[in-house]
């Protein structure tokens, strides 16, 4: 009995001088909590890191200080400060182009990216890419923010809205004017201009470009890699899903390969998984986001009276572009209001 005593007492003794010292630590540290018991926020819990992690040197300006301004424009993409939650989800660091150097795509990248558009055959993306890099430059032409720059951008979407805007003139003036699949201008030229810089395709939409026009593939398999490399050298690869073009007439030289780490960025972060994967207006609008110090946009979302269609389709009750299983439109138009709101991007609207 007198063992069992002790053994309570001797207990009781250690439990106290643990709590004792354990508010004596807290009273020393001004009574702060233990991290490593809090719970974390739903917010922090469900966000999951599925990009790389990149070091920049963009970060938002500390309370009372300034920053200096990235560009010449009156106003920079590239300003932190302006907007908490783009500056959250704005990654200045990650490329937008698949170059040699950013050749190897993390695990999860390469996962996600190979099984938009499953292959059957398999192949090795580092060959592929190499072959590549011996008919393309394979690097990146953009270069960092720089202080003394404003480069103007227009983003020029494919939306019947352009039809009787006259904006034609407006998006010439820009320095890169970059546009998607079909895109005509000939015929269009008051509404959607007659310059291109960029050209973004997919290889089922390519078509032969002007020497003084990047063209853009956005690729959605390896398959992609294996045509646009045959495109530009032996013509061996004639059907994708569908039929492609056996040859590309295209400067060489300015042949860009739209980075799966850059797409998945976007998704995880700026979509947010809405629809299975980003739009190419989205693509191209965050490309713009990430080489340009202002970005202007023509072209996007529908028409005065609700309809989607093309501005070259006579059939205004025509076109595909809905929220559907593959694209949220409804999502993606909010991004671009915040965009927009946040200082970002200006939109011009259309008829």
């Known amino acids: 009995m007198r063992c069992s005593l002790r053994v309570w007492v001797l207990l009781g003794s ?22 490593y018991l809090d719970p974390p926020s739903w917010e922090e819990s469900r966000r999951v890191k599925l990009v790389p992690s990149y070091t920049g040197s963009h970060r938002i300006a500390p ?98 809205n352009l039809r009787g805007a006259g904006y034609g003139r407006l998006i010439d003036s820009h320095h890169f004017i970059m546009r998607i699949n079909l895109a005509p201008t000939v015929g269009y030229e008051d509404d959607a201009g007659s310059r291109t810089t960029h050209h973004f395709m997919y290889p089922e939409s390519a078509k032969n470009l002007a020497t003084n026009v990047s063209f853009v593939l956005v690729p959605f398999k390896t398959l992609d890699l294996l045509w646009i490399t045959s495109a530009l050298s032996t013509g061996q690869i004639r059907f994708t899903y569908a039929p492609v073009k056996q ?53 996007f979302g529908a028409d005065s009276r609700g309809n989607w269609h093309h501005y070259w389709e006579q059939n205004r009750y025509s076109g595909e572009f809905r929220k559907t299983g593959v694209h949220d439109a409804d999502f993606e138009a909010q991004i671009i209001d915040s965009l927009a709101k946040a200082g970002k991007i200006t939109v011009f609207p259309g008829k």
């Open 14 to 35: 250690l439990a106290l001088l643990f709590l004792t010292s354990l508010f004596f630590s807290l009273s020393l540290r001004g009574g702060a909590g233990l991290p």
């Open 63 to 160: 309370p009372g200080g300034t920053q200096p301004k990235t560009c010449a424009c009156p106003r920079c993409v590239g300003d932190p400060g302006v907007s908490e939650w783009f500056d959250e989800n704005y990654d200045p660091d990650i490329s937008p182009v698949w170059t040699r150097d950013n050749i190897q795509l993390p695990s999860d990248v390469y996962y996600w990216w190979v099984m938009l558009q499953p292959q059957f055959k398999p192949h090795s993306i580092q060959q592929v890419l190499s072959r590549l890099f011996q008919v393309i430059p394979g690097h990146s032409p953009y270069g960092a923010w720089d202080p003394g720059r404003c480069q103007r951008c227009a983003v020029v979407g494919n939306s019947g």
């Open 247 to 299: 040859f590309l007439r295209v400067d060489k030289d300015k042949v860009q390969i739209y980075n799966p780490a850059f797409f998945k960025y976007i998704h995880d972060r700026w979509t947010q998984h809405h629809g299975r994967y980003p739009s190419t207006g989205m693509l191209v609008l965050f490309f713009a986001l990430h080489v340009c110090d202002e970005v202007n946009v023509f072209g």
